[in-house]
């Protein structure tokens, strides 16, 4: 069971945005989906490294070197230890603290150590960090060439042996940490589903830390390859004091609370598939403040930055409408970038010194049909400082020229960020006066804003931002007089009403739902039902951090916290109308169920390892049908999922134009846009995706996904094909003689039959014929 890494070239130039996406989507899910998905843990994401210098006002404290207790040769040497590839790696700088990381970290007693490696004449760097006063090693991350030798499948080692290293590896690395201080998070499943057949084997465990015996928000992460080689390792070391284990709320106590504050709401809910939507359901979900971790000590229930949560003392408001309101673009032409920026510049304060300097034109998320100019304005830098530019962003609709986001401040933290001055004559406004000017805004820039949303019911205090310099407002979308749980609007003005953040990123599509449903499940019996599916542990949750509002001093609580029984419960909701419950959106950690028709198959082998790893899946009879043909584009479904099984979110955010014949709207056409960025087929390629697959079809696009089309073209009179009876019938013999003498496919009785019909189980067969191919050609298989 294992997983293998695919990272993008040039990666980290998108740390910090992959970063802020990973935010962005978590918040999002937690609105959506039923319970705990950021409540249970909403600290994880903040251990992501991002490289953004310390915010003003946010500077980490200097570390005092005399309380180091491992020096920076002890530091170096312990690493050379634990890597015995580093032998040949130089050390470029040592330094103590100041890891360029935002929010800085709590405890900067850590030695930063930059290592710098040659191949040829090639120079590559990486970093690596260690605990000062403990001696942990904190994070190291090997990658190419340092790893040398590639661990494809099948892999040198099991999983289980590569846990019983893991284990020995973590008692040398963290010394400070016992056995009982670890809990291993192991779902095979979870595994299988983040890996992928072709590329580098890997087994990445998890380990849940525990302090006091109790469970954190931290968790312990290493990963080990195929041939028994540790490629990373990464342990929390936030430095933040942990309260006692002994709560002064018992359990029974917190228990009465959960239940009498947990009430559910009737919604429609998407239903995703793909990272698109793809249905809509009336569906009851718990209300957000239920399901918020209720603090041990006190006995109220706190949100993500460690504040107290009343109970939600007020329905959602209806907006008013404005005599100043949103009006879309109707000269049916798609606005240029310029126009897109003065429509921006009316609403929302962008600082003077700041001017246009990228406008890219893609597809919106989530909604892909929609196009929006993707739009930054950066001041000018002087001199060379590190971090990243002081910046503001929006995204517009290119044909409405209605805004779905816009950031002031697009990289939090910048170097180059300053305070915004106040504006001219301007004065501060009150509470009364900050909400009359959110709902102005609102309507300057949703269409249709006081028909189609309500102000979310927080009570005031909630709208004043924690730091006090501004006022936050969620807006809840409606139709048909429900709410939609598709993640709130959000608009943040700073103390004088200018607008400093707005995100009204939607999902499209519920207006299909023509009529009203009424709900054949009561929200008594809803109620009911949820009470059952969470259960509450104590542990330490860590609150507070960084988001794109504000940022929050990190501290860790003791709590009690509302966790879904099972963990694929947390991507479940109740129907309203058949009260069954569905899973809204994909749980990675699902096991795939066994097919029942394959015992005795010829393929059997190949055909269940495609099951383990979800390229192919039974039908809800547990039927596989191994021998049903396939068609040329579940031919590309199939070897795309294989070599990524994420493939479809690639093509997220960008316009979706007509591929090799192959339309936007095809359910084919994420496979093959994937197929085209991989270099597996050319652009100039034309495919019948709805065709079934002869074995000549699939001879060519095997030479083609091998990047072979030259030597396909040199063997095209090899005596392999000639010697066939039915040679006559075969057009491209040079493709066919390539997977002859590579061996993923044969004759058969004196014949090749280039016309006969692929079938699943031929294409599992050839699927894991190119897996074991891995390392035996001159060139990377399924890479580009």
């Known amino acids: 069971m294992l997983d293998r890494k695919n990272s993008p070239k040039n990666s980290t130039h998108i740390v910090h945005q992959t970063t802020k996406a990973l935010l962005t989507t978590t918040v999002a899910l937690a609105l959506l989906l039923p319970g705990g998905l950021a409540a249970a843990d909403s600290s994880v994401t903040s251990t992501a490294a991002t490289a953004v210098k310390e915010a003003p ?262 907006v008013p409408q404005t005599k100043e309101r949103f009006q879309p673009v109707s000269t049916g032409k798609e606005l240029t970038a310029e126009e897109a920026a003065k429509l921006v510049q009316q609403v929302a304060f962008i600082p003077a010194d700041r001017k246009l300097s990228s406008q890219m034109l893609g597809a919106s998320y989530p909604n892909q049909k929609q196009k929006v100019w993707r739009l930054t304005w950066e001041a000018e830098r002087k001199g060379s400082i590190a971090g990243f530019p002081s910046s503001s962003s929006a995204e517009v609709d290119a044909a409405t020229g209605q805004i779905n986001v816009f950031q002031l401040e697009q990289f939090t933290g910048s170097a180059d960020a300053k305070p915004q001055p106040a504006p001219a004559g301007g004065k501060k406004l009150t509470q009364a006066e900050a909400k009359k000017q959110a709902l102005a805004l609102i309507n300057r820039l949703y269409d249709q804003a006081s028909s189609e949303l309500k102000l979310a019911g927080h009570d005031e205090a909630w709208s004043v931002l924690p730091d006090g310099k501004g006022f936050r407002y969620e807006f809840v979308r409606y139709y048909k007089g429900i709410p939609i749980s598709d993640g709130a609007i959000t608009l943040v003005m700073d103390t004088y009403g200018r607008l400093q953040n707005y995100s009204a990123l939607v999902n499209a599509g519920v207006e299909t739902l023509k009529e009203q449903p009424t709900p054949a499940i009561s929200g008594s019996d809803a109620l009911k039902s949820y009470k059952d599916k969470y259960t509450l542990k104590l542990q330490y949750n860590r609150t507070g951090g960084y988001s794109n509002i504000l940022y929050v001093e990190p501290k860790v609580k003791l709590v009690y916290n509302p966790s879904p029984v099972n963990d694929k419960d947390q991507y479940e909701v109740l129907d309203a109308m058949t009260g069954k419950w569905v899973q809204v959106y994909p749980y990675a950690a699902t096991i795939a169920p066994a097919a029942v028709d394959l015992k005795g198959h010829p393929a059997e082998k190949q055909l269940t390892e495609l099951v383990k790893y979800g390229v192919l899946v039974p039908d809800a009879d547990g039927k596989l049908k191994p021998d049903q043909e396939i068609t040329v584009g579940e031919w590309f479904s199939l070897i795309a999922k294989a070599s990524t099984p994420y493939y479809t979110s690639y093509s997220t955010g960008i316009e979706r134009k007509a591929v090799a014949g192959v339309s936007s709207d095809s359910k084919y056409y994420p496979s093959v846009s994937y197929a085209l960025s991989r270099g597996w087929i050319s652009k100039d390629t034309m495919l019948q995706p709805d065709n079934s697959l002869s074995r000549e079809q699939l001879a060519v696009l095997l030479a083609s996904f091998l990047k072979y089309n030259k030597l396909s073209a040199f063997l095209q009179n090899d005596t392999a094909v000639s010697s066939f009876s039915d040679s006559a019938d075969i057009k491209d013999k040079g493709a066919v003689a390539l997977v002859l003498k590579l061996g993923l496919l044969q004759g058969d009785g004196g014949k090749f039959n280039p016309q006969q019909k692929i079938t699943k189980a031929d294409a599992a067969t050839v699927i894991m014929k190119l897996v074991e191919l891995q390392g035996k050609t001159d060139q990377s298989i399924s890479q580009q």
Not at 62 to 79: F, G, W
Not at 81 to 97: D, I
Not at 143 to 163: C, G, H, M, N, V
Not at 178 to 205: H, I, P, R, W
């Open 57 to 318: 006002g946010q500077a980490a404290a200097t570390p005092d070197a005399s309380k180091a207790k491992i020096t920076q040769d002890q530091a170096v040497e312990k690493l050379r230890e634990l890597f015995p590839v580093l032998k040949n790696a130089t050390v470029s700088s040592v330094r103590l603290g100041g890891d360029n990381t935002y929010p800085p970290s709590t405890n900067q007693m850590i030695w930063n150590i930059n290592w710098g490696y040659e191949l040829g004449n090639t120079s590559y760097g990486f970093s690596s960090m260690v605990d000062a006063v403990s001696g942990d090693l904190v994070n190291t991350y090997l990658s190419f060439p340092l790893t040398q030798e590639t661990a494809y499948y099948p892999p040198k080692i099991t999983r289980a042996e590569a846990l019983e290293r893991a284990r020995l590896f973590i008692a040398a690395a963290a010394p400070s940490l016992g056995k009982e201080d670890l809990q291993l998070q192991d779902d095979d499943a979870l595994n299988l589903a983040s890996g992928a057949l072709f590329g580098t084997v890997q087994y990445s465990f998890s380990f849940k830390t525990l302090k006091n015996g109790l469970p954190t928000s931290d968790a312990l992460m290493i990963t080990i390859d195929g041939n028994g080689n540790f490629v990373q390792f990464n342990k929390p070391s936030s430095g933040l004091a942990y309260p006692s284990a002994k709560p002064a709320v018992s359990l029974e106590a917190a228990q009465k609370k959960f239940t009498d504050g947990l009430s559910v709401g009737l919604y429609y809910i998407p239903v995703y598939k793909d990272n698109q939507v793809e249905r809509w359901i009336l569906g009851w979900r718990p209300q957000e403040q239920g399901l918020y971790p209720i603090d041990a000590q006190s006995g109220k229930s706190i949100d993500n930055d460690g504040a107290e949560v009343a109970a939600l003392s007020a329905r959602d408001e209806t």
